[in-house]
């Protein structure tokens, strides 16, 4: 909802609760209340306008983002007090979402996207075993070609 729709709400709301605490003050006078003493038996009948407006308030959803905007501001009061708090506080953040995002976007890249080939089921894993040493599967590229000039499979 635009702000100046929350305003234009907000004043019709006041309007209107204006207006019925002045028919309960009528309504008081015709009942043969003094009308000196009118207004506040009015405002007893009727209830706490604070109140009732923010029933209204909660009715109309308003009440999270009042309580959001509030903890926005409270939070930024307190980090304008320390101003050393919140370079140590900006300064961790970064240090932990810089890392966190570099290594998400690393895995993102090797691992849950699909790779950039036109055939992928027609992909081969190549490994070099060899019995007497450790598992190690990485070799030289001329091995490569050296196997892909021998075989039907790599070209």
Known sequence: MRWWRIAKRDADLKR???SDLELEEEE??????????ARHAALRAFGNTTQIR??????????ILEHISQDIRC???QLRRSPGFTVAAVLILALGIGPVTAVFSLIDAA????LPVQEPEQLVE????????PVN???????FKAFRGQTQVLK
């Open 54 to 63: 923010e029933q209204v308030y909660e009715a109309w959803g308003w009440v």
């Open 28 to 37: 008081q006078r015709e009942r043969g209340v003094d009308p000196s003493e």
């Open 75 to 77: 939070g930024v009061r």
């Open 137 to 143: 599967d990485a070799f030289a590229y001329p091995t």
């Open 111 to 114: 691992l849950l996207r699909m």
């Open 16 to 18: 209107e609760l204006q």
């Open 126 to 133: 190549f490994k070099n075993i060899n019995p007497g040493f």
